[in-house]
């Protein structure tokens, strides 16, 4: 499963990723998750809010859909994304634990792991997991969070991500890391109108 945009091959960070990753673990503690239950766009989703902010569907293959802010078109060059990947072969908790290591095993591979939670199954909604990382080139730098869930009783994968271009990009993504870090997180672990896996179905695809 591919969480970054495919177009853009991720190699392994630069040691100065290392060093923006110390202290970014969010020490004052991970924001509180809701308990409410996902709420799920059953008809269209070719349009999100996102943390107040509205996201146009941009790009789906292959169970990944991507969508970025109005003024953000250019998948090439995007500064802000949210990515919602289908599993339909997760369906149970063991499955999806299984699929949240292994894309923290392809994170460790092309970055750095900035921090990793879980919520444990409840008689109101099942297990959830956590990952934030930063990753990147030469060129770029980008911090991802990627909440793993069960919806429809299907594995879903919400990711948020944000980029910095450029060779000097690791002061600004640490910055951005620590100004909006635990806000994003908050948002998206609290988010409860993800798309249901039929809506994003129903998205045109690339051939």
Request: proline share 6%.
């Amino acid at each position: 499963m591919t969480l970054v945009n495919p177009r853009v091959a991720m190699s392994r960070m630069a040691h100065a990723l290392a060093i923006i990753a110390v202290g970014l673990c969010f020490a004052h503690g991970a924001p509180p998750v809701s308990s409410a239950s996902i709420e799920t766009y059953s008809a269209d989703a070719s349009k999100l809010t996102f943390g107040g902010a509205v996201y146009l569907h941009r790009w789906s293959k292959n169970g990944q859909n991507e969508f970025t802010p109005a003024n953000d078109p250019d998948l090439d060059r995007w500064r802000e994304m949210v990515t919602i990947n289908v599993n339909q072969a997760v369906q149970n908790g063991d499955q999806l634990a299984a699929l949240a290591n292994s894309i923290l095993a392809n994170y460790e591979k092309h970055g750095k792991i900035v921090r990793t939670d879980s919520k444990p199954r409840t008689p109101q909604r099942p297990a959830e997991h956590l990952i934030v990382a930063i990753l990147g080139n030469a060129t770029l730098l980008e911090a991802v969070f990627a909440r793993i869930l069960l919806i429809d009783g299907v594995g879903m994968v919400a990711v948020y991500s944000h980029r910095v271009y450029g060779g000097d990009a690791a002061g600004p993504i640490g910055e951005w890391m620590q100004t909006n870090g635990p806000t994003i997180e908050k948002n998206l672990m609290t988010w409860d109108k993800i798309p249901s896996p039929a809506a994003l179905k129903r998205l045109p695809q690339r051939s």
